[in-house]
């Protein structure tokens, strides 16, 4: 089975209160879980790993044996793809934990979409730090 994560982690002040966003959806584009996470005080892109890492396991719970990984973070998904390099420290423990957890599937692949393309996601994000404050 193969399904499509949409991710997104956002920060209100980098660094600032932080969440993620996921939506999973099946091939048919039926939305299998939908969901955010308060992170506390992190970076955006400590958020945006969370994220893809979060629906990583969640799309194992889900029985996927093959994922697409859609996210906004250009930087993220780079790194994920190995073009670029995780030089930041923490961020490196973050790219191992992700790594590992698509080492599960058999197939993975990361794409980049635009912000405006990834409203769901987006609006987990919010939705999460809309609370917090």
Do not use: W
């Not at 039926?30 to 945006?48: D, F, I, M, P």
């Not at 790993?49 to 969640?58: C, D, P, Q």
């Not at 934990?97 to 609006?123: C, I, L, M, P």
């Amino acid at each position: 089975m193969k399904l499509t994560i949409f991710t997104d982690g956002g920060a209100r002040g980098n660094p600032g209160p932080a969440a993620t966003g996921v939506v999973i959806k099946n091939e048919k584009g039926k939305t299998l879980a939908s969901y955010g996470e308060y992170l506390g005080a992190q970076t955006n892109n400590y958020a945006e790993y969370s994220a893809v890492i979060s629906g990583l396991k969640k799309a194992k719970e889900l029985g996927a044996v093959e994922v697409e990984c859609i996210m906004d973070s250009e930087l993220v998904m780079k790194q994920m793809r190995r073009e670029y390099k995780v030089k930041e420290p923490t961020l490196q423990k973050l790219f191992i934990r992700a790594y590992n957890a698509a080492s599960q599937f058999k197939k993975v692949t990361y794409k980049h979409t635009r912000r405006e393309n990834n409203k769901a996601a987006d609006a987990e994000v919010n939705k999460i730090l809309d609370k917090q404050i």
